[in-house]
């Protein structure tokens, strides 16, 4: 059935040990068997901790497993599976529909009136679920036909629907370090499941891995498999002794790096978000850093270019009058000539954002206008400042005593523009930070003015 996999245990191997021979890839044969073994995640091995309550005691609950790849979602399942004695189902959300899901959910149901043997049932990027699908999911949770074990790498609060969400322990899986990443080549090096000793990795080669892996431990695990086959075929050894992958070796095996960007996931979200505040912390380096991250992973140029002009006001205001200027040129220029070109446009415009000088005047203001308008604080517009133009308005006093700007000295009027009751209210507080400087000093001359003070 396209999508649905039952993985039965087998004697002693494990529920996923059809996946165990000697020629299925590094990174599944050296799949972890117990929680003791999975590397990184000390939150969710420590004792007492949820996960390790659910092994240990055999309960019934559904898992949502939210993290990057590579951190061990998959390999949790097959835990929960193998320790607590539970049929290993896997669904893929990619190629399984309503049908596969139901078939699946049904299949462990029979099981376990036929039984008493509960199922574990995995659902790999469950966040490319549609509504319908996810839905279908619920009557196993609800009834605990199934031990469901989800997994997604976006942010579950914008791609679960609520019901699966409540009804599932939600589990954050981190990024594994540098020194995970290093444990997991190393193990792989000597176990028997893996390379049983036959390879030594030199010490550069070893860290060119691991910067590569990025947090990825299947990731590692893949490329060291490549790094050894490429030595192997290199190799003048003639079993003296264990094959040497050196730098050379490595680089060879792999070239680069993909980056580890989804987006369309929650990579996507963390990206774009440290760009922003990068730029407006000031700091052009670190924001052409996620620049290139998001240019490199495909990002659309024009999301970007309209980021860069909500900044410009957001951040930036009356400190660089220019900055909205440059914003919507370069987001102009990237509608224009398109990629790569414009990359060249939204590095000029991410530097000069980030270089200008910052004030959030201009965002505070409107806050706090937007605010007092929401609780009410409206107030009738003054009779001098209504409209006067039409038939029977002066009847009524409008526009009466209104003064005319022009005809004031240094064309400023001293009347109330303001309803009665947020007449003294001050939303724009200036800074004094680069051009705005010089707007504080004017502002508040002109405030007086208007005032009478």
Do not use: C
């Not at 073994?37 to 000390?42: A, D, K, M, S």
């Not at 981190?174 to 193990?187: F, G, I, N, P």
């Not at 989804?262 to 000031?282: L, M, N, P």
């Amino acid at each position: 059935m396209d999508g649905l996999f039952d993985v039965p245990r087998s004697g002693g191997g494990g529920s996923l040990a059809a996946n165990t021979h000697a020629s299925a890839p590094l990174a599944v044969r050296m799949r972890p068997r117990t929680l003791d073994e999975l590397v990184g995640q000390e939150q969710l091995r420590a004792p007492g901790a949820p996960l390790r309550q659910l092994i240990e005691n055999d309960q019934s609950m559904s898992l949502l497993l939210w993290g990057p790849p590579g951190t061990g979602k998959t390999t949790i399942a097959s835990i929960v599976s193998q320790q607590t004695d539970r049929r290993f189902v896997e669904v893929s959300a990619v190629s399984a529909g309503v049908k596969e899901v139901r078939a699946a959910i049904d299949s462990a149901r029979a099981e376990l009136v036929a039984t008493g043997r509960e199922t574990v049932l995995f659902v790999d990027e469950v966040h490319r679920f549609s509504k319908a699908q996810q839905d279908a999911l619920l009557p196993g949770v609800e009834n605990r036909w199934v031990t469901l074990v989800a997994a997604t790498t976006e942010n579950p609060f914008f791609s679960v629907i609520s019901p699966l969400l409540s009804r599932s322990l939600l589990l954050r899986l981190e990024s594994l370090t540098d020194d995970d990443v290093r444990a997991v080549v190393a193990q792989a090096l000597v176990d028997e499941r893996g390379l049983d000793g036959r390879f030594t990795v030199d010490d550069d080669a070893l860290d060119h891995l691991v910067r590569l892996a990025g947090g990825d431990a299947r990731r590692s695990l893949t490329y060291l498999e490549a790094a050894t086959g490429a030595a192997v075929s290199t190799s003048s050894t003639s079993g003296e002794g264990p094959i040497v992958v050196d730098l050379a070796t490595a680089e060879l095996a792999v070239d680069q790096a993909a980056v580890r960007y989804d987006r369309q996931g929650d990579q996507h979200y963390d990206v774009t978000s440290a760009f922003i505040k990068s730029v407006r912390g000031s700091d052009a380096d670190a924001a052409l850093h996620y620049l290139a991250r998001m240019m490199e992973a495909g990002e659309d140029p024009r999301f970007i270019a309209r980021r860069l002009m909500i900044l410009a006001s957001e951040d930036i205001g009356l400190a660089d009058p220019t900055a909205i200027q440059t914003a919507v040129a370069a987001a102009q220029v990237v509608q224009l000539i398109g990629m790569p070109e414009a990359q060249l446009t939204l590095a000029h415009a991410t530097i000069a954002l980030a270089v200008a000088p910052k004030s959030n005047a201009v965002t505070t203001a409107i806050g706090a206008a937007m605010a007092d308008v929401k609780a009410g604080k409206i107030g009738p517009v003054p009779s001098h400042l209504r409209d006067a133009h039409y038939g029977g308005a002066k009847k009524l006093g409008h526009g009466k005593g209104y003064q005319y700007s022009h005809d004031a000295p240094y064309g400023i009027a001293e009347q109330q523009y303001a309803p009665d009751v947020v007449a003294d209210a001050a939303y724009y507080q200036p800074t004094a930070l680069g051009a705005e400087g010089a707007v504080k000093e004017r502002w508040e001359r002109v405030r007086r003015l208007i005032r009478g003070r």
